[in-house]
């Protein structure tokens, strides 16, 4: 089965910029894997930064993006700050409606 | 405002057939515009996919979990059920109910409810 990657921790200043990235073990994602983004604090639901790769979701702040870099999604943060530091998670569409998630990546703003 | 809620048994039994049911408001699951998923988290780990299912009750699972899992919907209590059978250590989670659009668009969460395999 093919797996999703993230980085597992990443990084950054306050008021920085940061790209986290959403990977496959084998192949290149592109927009009909419908990358999404999510963003979990402790003790709560995921809630969607972003949809169908590169949409921000209603009320998402504009400093969160999505793109397709090479050959992975990419979430980027600019401008982080104090309460940007979270988990994210990308989910991709492998088709025949089966989705997976990739591991998370530990976001810390330092 | 949609609301997702999971709801029971927060201790299963090894072997046994872990059984959740998420009930809709604010929306009908017949409506036909939204896939209903489940998805849990394992402490400390990272989320996992389990299937989703339409109100026409097509689903589609997992291939992990395939084998033991079945999504179900009830369109007269605006509810969707999660069923696990043969339940181990290892299915221990905060399983969560989520409203699906475009196939990966969770916009919709439950709270969350934990599930403890155990004797």
């Known amino acids: 089965q093919t797996v999703v990657t993230q980085e597992p921790s990443f990084s950054v200043s306050p008021g920085g910029t940061v790209t986290l990235t959403c990977g496959l073990s084998s192949g290149s994602v592109s927009t009909t894997y419908y990358p999404n983004w999510y963003q979990q604090t402790p003790g709560q639901a995921p809630r969607t930064l972003i949809y169908n790769t590169n949409t921000r979701s209603s009320g998402v702040p504009d400093r969160f993006s999505g793109s397709i870099l090479g050959n992975k999604a990419a979430l980027t943060i600019t401008g982080a700050q104090a309460d940007d530091e979270s988990d994210y998670y990308c989910v991709l569409y492998m088709g025949s409606g089966i989705s997976v998630f990739g591991g998370g990546t530990k976001l810390t703003v330092l | 405002q949609v609301q997702l809620q999971e709801s029971g048994p927060g201790l299963v039994k090894p072997s046994q057939t872990l059984s959740l049911t998420c009930t809709v408001s604010?929306?009908?699951?017949?409506?036909?515009?939204?896939?209903w998923s489940w998805i849990r988290q394992p402490a400390g780990k990272g989320l996992e996919w389990i299937g989703r299912i339409y109100t026409s009750g097509s689903a589609k699972y997992n291939p992990s979990l395939k084998s033991r899992v079945t999504i179900s919907v009830d369109t007269s209590k605006n509810q969707f059920s999660l069923n696990l059978s043969s339940v181990t250590a290892a299915d221990t989670a905060v399983y969560y109910c989520?409203?699906?659009?475009?196939?990966?668009?969770?916009?919709?969460w439950g709270q969350g409810t934990l599930v403890t395999v155990s004797s």
């Open positions: 604010g929306d009908s699951i017949s409506s036909g515009t939204y896939y």
């Open positions: 989520a409203r699906t659009r475009n196939w990966n668009d969770f916009d919709s």
